[in-house]
């Protein structure tokens, strides 16, 4: 267990050489929420898009629920 010490001894050097004096387990990695939510920020815009597109423009309203769900599903991806 003593190369975990003399780790945690070297991240608080650098942390305190930086300023960044903030609470155990808070605040040292940004956030990956960010990475969770925008996928799925893009997903309805598209699929409501492609649905559109396939349904009135092409004039298959058959085809635009499949159309629809494969963009939304390739956007989430």
């Not at 559109?52 to 004039?59: D, E, Q, Y």
Request: aromatic residues 6%; glycine residues 8%.
């Amino acid at each position: 267990m003593g190369s975990a010490r003399r780790a945690q001894a070297l991240t608080n050097a650098v942390e305190a050489k930086t300023g960044r004096n903030v609470r155990r387990g808070q605040g040292k990695e940004p956030q990956l929420m960010l990475l969770t939510i925008a996928p799925l920020t893009l997903t309805f815009p598209f699929t409501l898009t492609t649905y559109l597109f396939v349904a009135h423009t092409l004039n298959a309203p058959d085809q635009a629920l499949n159309a629809a769900l494969l963009a939304g599903g390739v956007t989430a991806v």
